[in-house]
């Protein structure tokens, strides 16, 4: 698709996370939205935040930005939204041609909403917290099932959503659109590089394997399972985790009373780009997760050439191939990660680092932001015609 192409398109692009909001899928939707105005499309973004309590309209050269105060009230955040858009110049000189929605409640409530006041397609991105925290829950599966019926296009990020919705909403158009990374601006300097090494050297002892846990460490991520698993597998004196990101209560409460059986280091929560000292200090990454999207922890460890320790949920198998660039294992399964970890432990470092490259190589050709982007310009495209 040519530039002149992208520049017909206009979306709107309502979320609840965007920066300076953490997390992945706000880092998603900053990758997403500047590599489709980079393209030549139009993204107004409209970020439903718990931030401030006012309204704030901003603008780019590829779009607008409005910045929506939830307060108490999420029917009145959604009303000021449509408010700015019906304005009579809101969109000149260029029309919209969709709305998008992106993460969060409001989102899929306003969206199909908006979308038909404004007679446009409504196109849902359903990353995976979105659909798991809400499919089986009695008040947000009502409006999860409402948007995706409403849907023009419904866009997952893994075969194991696709599947799942298609098997649930047979009817509806469903399309997978992976994940993906820019690897040109995602590689350590040599200084960065020295400073993993010395803070191995200070750190790290006995020859232990080095396996990190980024990011938010919520309940869904099995931060808790993974180091009682390791505590009790025997053979944890092997083993080194460096932990990067902000933990769960559950996990802080875990790590008062046991942490102290483990050789672990914690990181405080960073910006991704000051996470790459830390990814190059690790041997493995780990994902335990019990259910999930496709975690750009993986894209990020594995872009950096560093082998996978991770459960086989959502995204996650379509990514990384047990044997061959990982270790995988059942969600949930005590025994199976167990053992995973002996392998962790027993594997030679050459092999480690033979996975880790074709892990690298793997997402260099599959996973990339400009494949990504590629597949939701023509997912706009086919929509409207």
């Known amino acids: 698709m040519n530039r002149e192409d992208c520049r017909r398109l206009r979306l709107l692009l309502m979320t609840e996370h965007f920066p300076p909001d953490g997390g992945g899928m706000a880092q998603s939707c900053d990758r997403i939205t500047e590599t489709l105005r980079l393209r030549g499309a139009i993204v107004d973004v409209a970020h439903f935040t718990v931030r401030h309590k006012d309204s704030r309209l901003s603008g780019t050269g590829g779009g607008k930005h409005f910045s929506i105060g939830i307060g108490d009230d999420f029917a009145h955040a959604a009303n000021l939204l449509w408010n700015k858009l019906n304005e009579s110049s809101y969109f000149d000189p260029c029309p919209l041609t969709h709305v998008v929605a992106f993460g969060g409640s409001i989102p899929l409530i306003a969206g199909p909403v908006i ?125 080194h985790v460096l932990m990067v990101g902000e933990p769960a209560p559950e996990l802080t409460e875990w790590l008062a009373c046991h942490g102290s059986r483990l050789s672990l280091s914690m990181v405080p929560f960073t910006d991704r780009y000051r996470l790459l000292p830390w990814y190059s200090a690790c041997d493995l990454i780990a994902v335990p997760s019990f259910y999930d999207g496709m975690p750009n922890v993986i894209l990020e460890g594995g872009g950096l050439g560093l082998p996978v320790l991770a459960a086989r949920a959502g995204g996650i198998p379509d990514i990384v191939r047990d044997g061959v660039d990982g270790i995988l294992f059942h969600p949930g399964d005590t025994k199976g990660l167990c053992e995973a970890l002996w392998q962790c432990v027993d594997i030679p470092a050459e092999r480690l ?13 599959e996973f990339t932001h400009n494949r990504e982007v590629d597949s939701y310009l023509r997912i706009f495209r086919e929509v409207l015609s």
Not at 164 to 180: A, K, M, S, T, Y
């Open 353 to 365: 680092v033979t996975m880790g490259k074709a892990l690298r190589e793997r997402i260099a050709v």
């Open 115 to 239: 979308a038909r006041w404004l007679h446009v397609p409504f196109v849902t991105m359903i990353r995976g917290n979105d659909f798991d925290a809400a499919v089986f829950s009695p008040t947000r599966r009502i409006s999860l099932e409402q948007a995706l019926t409403m849907s023009a296009r419904i866009c997952v990020v893994s075969r194991d959503h696709e599947r799942r919705i298609r098997d649930w909403l047979p009817q509806l158009h469903i399309e997978c659109v992976h994940n993906g990374i820019d690897l040109d601006k995602w590689h350590p300097l040599p200084s960065e590089r020295a400073t993993a090494t010395t803070w191995r050297e200070r750190e790290v002892f006995g020859g232990r394997r080095v396996i990190g846990l980024f990011g938010h460490l919520k309940a869904k991520k099995g931060g808790v399972f993974f180091l009682e698993t390791l505590a009790k597998c025997g053979f944890s004196e092997k083993i």
